[in-house]
């Protein structure tokens, strides 16, 4: 089973840039995430889509980011205009299903895009 | 909100040997789920191991085994037998079981393991 796909790996961009990232999740999974992960800390959700709804923006900075998830598949976070203190990884997860109990809700992590803002 | 804290922010073991990583938590709920993932230099998360809170049991997954304290709100990571392979930063992370709240993780702040040939 191939797992949750992410490009580009590492993004470097000057500030005031714009940048998107991409994740196509695992086949089947109908909840797609979005965390933010600043260096030397835990990952931070950033949005959550149930198919192609959103279930959960509400620490999505909506004056610079974004995203959507077309079809209900894959999906593309967007920043713009880009600060410094984006500078993290931003990691995409998948889950079978939005709730439920453990097993059935587990999500798996993509390998994630590193973004330097210089 | 729930909060989730690691107090170590690096353990080192010696290989064979027996390291525990610490976590404690803080919610005002009855029923949730408790995990630790290891996250190795390659970025990715990888669940090691899971806690149904309902569930008095501790959860083991081979070398790995966790001690859940409900009562204390504190739920550790002990891996034994440590292999190279261990060597990561560890995460642990809390998910409410209350079906309003989604299926957000909450983590921690992570512990690096160093494992020493």
Known sequence: ?118 | AQTVTQSQPEMSVQEAETVTLSCTYDTSESDYYLFWYKQPPSRQMILVIRQEAYKQQNATENRFSVNFQKAAKSFSLKISDSQLGDAAMYFCAYRSAIKAAGNKLTFGGGTRVLVKP
Do not use: M
């Open chain 1, 1 to 118: 089973e191939a797992g949750v796909a992410q490009s580009p790996r590492y993004k470097i961009i000057e500030k005031r840039q714009s940048v998107a990232f991409w994740c196509n999740p695992i086949s089947g999974h109908a909840t797609l995430y979005w965390y933010q992960q600043i260096l030397g800390q835990g990952p931070k959700l950033l949005i959550q889509f149930q198919n192609n709804g959103v279930v959960d923006d509400s620490q999505l900075p909506k004056d610079r980011f974004s995203a959507e998830r077309l079809k209900g598949v894959d999906s593309t976070l967007k920043i713009q205009p880009a600060k410094l203190e984006d500078s993290a990884v931003y990691l995409c997860a998948s889950s079978l299903v939005v709730f439920g109990g453990a097993r059935e809700n587990e999500q798996f992590f993509g390998p994630g895009t590193r973004l330097t803002v210089l």
